[in-house]
């Protein structure tokens, strides 16, 4: 499907929620997922859009309980949590630089952020537009 949509697309939404668990096989990671991506792009891989959700949208200082509660759900752990691109913590400067380095590193340029979230990660948006 991904590369599919890589090839016909504008915007391909990479899922992290992959089913993990006892007696399931490792699932891609998110990195080999935009690799498809990219072969499958070609020449167009500029013009494509890389879309993940952001699951974790915390600006300011996140409980470790709810890292720990998110990777319950997710069968991962909360390393891995933190470590995802659809984990978005900590200052306004430190997403920002989060957000940079995974553009930079696997061309994310399309976040979805909840509702709920959007007040807070206001500062964040300001800050990407030189605000």
Known sequence: MLSLAAREADIVSISLLDQRGPGLPEPPSFARKVEWVRQAAGARVSQLEIHINASLVTVGDVSAAAVEQLAARRGMTPEQVLE??????????????????????HGVSYYVIQGRAMDAFAPVIARLHGG
């Not at 995802?84 to 590193?105: F, K, N």
């Open 84 to 105: 995802s691109p659809g984990t978005l913590v900590g200052s306004v400067d430190a997403i920002v630089e989060q957000l940079l380095a995974r553009r930079e590193l």
